[in-house]
């Protein structure tokens, strides 16, 4: 009985080399699979390429809604941010597809899937783990991984059997790309004191010719989501992709990171991400005015975690769904509108309102409208500076010591000792 694979399939060099190696060294029939995430691929070529290499069956699925509502918009609410400055988008799109592979393996009857992951990227432990997680029956290949053919090499072998592959001209960078962001590493970029070729950027201006004129955007979210842009409500993918746009041309959302991967090499890459930057920096300052501080507090110190665990391929595990439901109650009151000033590479927030704002006019203003006891601060202070009076009083000031004096000596401990 012949058996199936299930083929992540992007329609370049790598997975479609794959198809044919699938078939002669594993003897598998290959169903190529190619998810729709918003790279804005010519489907239908790849569709049919896959067929013309010898697939069985070819299928594209259309992603984009459900990477937007489920886990785009989950890891912004969370407030993800590897090492500070990457949105995970290429790391929140691969359990999606995953997923996917494993929901098409189940339906065409299939014993394995494949992926064209390398074994020096993080993307295969994402695809991996997850599968283990979600189907621990199915055998996983990486053929990429297994053959370790140079790009050379893949079209000789492919032009030996007539595989049609894509250009044999090898692209000076290595991209991916979705709806919540784009990233290029290789070529020049491997050399982190070369700074990035303008070519390199596909969704952002530069600051230099970035419009003069500054464009001012209302962000509207319900709990903690996005939800309308200038009052106008729009699904997560258009809301999505009409930032991309407005931010892109602002030079908004460029970033230059030498990141730590997951395998234990650092690595250069360049990511541009305009509309994730901007609804970022529009959540934050909602979160400000919504959140108390010690839910600030908490949910700050779980935000790396967050993000790592969504760089380290862990979405699908319990932990993930611990700290989920953690962050989904915290956006209960996130709810409101926040003005964005996007303008010469930054989205900056300068105006938000919330009917669960935690902020009080009365409380907050110095004019007549104050309403605030001034009194109730000396209650307040004495029992706050109670322990440190008593503190003072007991050793730090015993026997006429004078021990915060500038230049004093480290303490010695008590002189009877």
């Known amino acids: 009985m ?23 060294e594993r003897g598998y029939e290959v169903v190529a699979l190619t998810i729709d995430l918003g790279n804005e691929k010519d489907l239908r070529t790849v569709e049919s390429r896959a067929m013309e290499i010898g697939a069985v069956k070819a299928i594209v699925r259309d992603g984009k809604q459900p990477f937007i509502d489920y886990f785009a918009f989950p890891a912004l609410m969370a407030g993800a941010v590897y090492e500070g400055q990457y949105l995970l ?18 339906e065409e009857g299939a014993t394995a899937i494949a992926h064209g992951c ?51 001209k090898e692209s000076p960078y290595s991209t991916d790309e979705n709806l919540w962001g784009r990233s290029i590493e290789a070529g020049v970029l491997e050399d982190p004191w070369a700074a990035p070729p303008e070519d390199v950027y596909a ?18 979210f319900e709990h903690g989501r996005p939800a309308t842009l200038d009052g106008h409500e729009m699904d997560g993918v258009t809301l999505v992709q009409t930032l991309n746009q407005w931010a892109g041309e602002h030079g908004i959302g460029r970033t230059d990171l030498v ?28 979160e ?58 930054q989205a900056v927030a300068v105006g938000k309102k919330s009917p669960r704002s935690l902020y009080s006019y009365q409380l907050a203003t110095y004019d007549r409208g104050d309403q605030y006891d001034h009194n109730s601060a000396l209650g307040f202070i004495k029992i706050w500076g109670l322990p440190v009076q008593q503190q003072a009083r007991s050793q730090l000031l015993a026997d006429g010591e004078q021990p915060f004096q500038l230049g004093t000596p480290e303490p010695q401990g008590d002189k009877g000792a």
């Not at 329609?11 to 080399?17: K, N, R």
């Not at 053959?147 to 894509?166: C, K, L, N, T, Y």
């Not at 990511?271 to 934050?284: G, I, M, R």
């Open 89 to 106: 988008a290429t790391a929140i799109g691969r359990p999606l597809i995953a997923k996917m592979l494993v929901d098409v393996a189940r």
């Open 203 to 220: 969704w952002t201006r530069s600051v230099a010719d970035a419009p003069d004129a500054p464009r001012e955007v209302e962000i509207g």
């Open 259 to 286: 990141e730590d991967r997951l395998i234990g090499i650092k690595s250069r890459e360049i990511y541009e991400a305009p509309a994730a930057w901007t609804l970022h920096a529009a959540h934050e300052a909602l």
């Open 288 to 345: 400000q005015l919504t959140l108390s501080k010690p839910q600030l507090r908490t949910k700050n110190s779980l935000r790396q975690e967050y993000a790592d665990l969504i760089y380290n391929g862990l979405w699908f595990t319990a932990h993930h769904q611990d700290l989920a439901a953690y962050v989904q109650s915290t956006q209960r009151h996130v709810t409101g509108t926040v003005r964005m000033r996007l303008h010469k590479g």
């Open 2 to 24: 012949t058996r199936k694979v299930v083929l992540a399939y992007s329609g370049g060099l790598d997975t479609s080399v794959a198809i044919r190696w699938l078939q002669e």
């Open 118 to 168: 390398t074994g020096k990227g993080n993307d295969q432990v994402r695809f991996d783990v997850s599968t283990q997680a979600l189907a621990p029956d199915l055998e996983i290949v990486a053929p990429v991984r297994e053959h370790r053919m140079s790009r050379d090499e893949q079209i000789e072998w492919a032009a030996e059997r007539g595989v049609p592959v894509p250009a044999t």
